[in-house]
């Protein structure tokens, strides 16, 4: 039987980065659904990581579905891992808070699997005082959550809050699922 990841991704630059990861993960036989904010579709398409995925990528936590269950529930209980990438720090901040107003944040919050996080933002975000306390609350909780690259970020900024390489990050999900 397939192992099962689900992929949230959030509304940040380094959300191409994920297309990347998602096509590692099909590569190496892993089943991938796909979770995205909507604001996660203003800088990569579901239907790239749909084709990507070879699975049909949820938006809309009351998108019109074809056969009755609750797609977040479903998705939560078949997950054996959730990755969410890039994280950002809006994201962390309604999980850490249980905060569950969209379809990405109620399927995280309804799942049993482990959920490991990779931020991705401006390193003056990442650095602050508040993205830090909710990293540490999510890590309280039991999510793990890695720590960032240092490197040119998009926004021209030199410093941390860079996402991991894309191979990294491929490599640790399926380390997570070994254990």
């Not at 931020?119 to 005082?129: F, R, T, V």
């Not at 830090?132 to 021209?156: E, F, H, P, W």
Request: hydrophobic letters at 45%; proline letters at 2%; one cysteine or more.
């Amino acid at each position: 039987m397939k192992r099962n990841i689900v992929v949230g991704i959030t509304g940040g630059i380094a959300a191409y980065k994920a297309a990347e990861i998602i096509n590692d993960l099909v590569k190496k036989g892993y089943e991938v659904n796909v979770i995205m904010t909507k604001n996660a579709t203003e800088f990569i398409t579901p239907l790239t990581l749909q084709t990507l995925s070879n699975n049909k990528v949820a938006v809309e936590q009351f998108d019109h579905i074809d056969k009755w269950d609750t797609e977040h529930i479903a998705l939560a209980k078949k997950a054996d891992l959730f990755l969410i990438v890039p994280a950002t720090a809006n994201f962390l901040a309604k999980l850490a808070h249980g905060i569950a107003d969209d379809m990405l944040t109620t399927t995280v919050m309804a799942t049993k699997a482990k959920v490991l996080i990779a931020p991705a933002m401006n390193s003056g975000m990442w650095e602050n005082p508040i993205v830090q306390s909710n990293v540490s609350i999510l890590k309280k909780y039991g999510y793990m959550v890695l720590d960032t690259a240092s490197g040119r970020l998009a926004c021209g900024d030199n410093g941390s809050g860079k996402l991991l390489d894309w191979k990294e990050i491929s490599r640790l999900a399926q380390e997570q699922l070994k254990e």
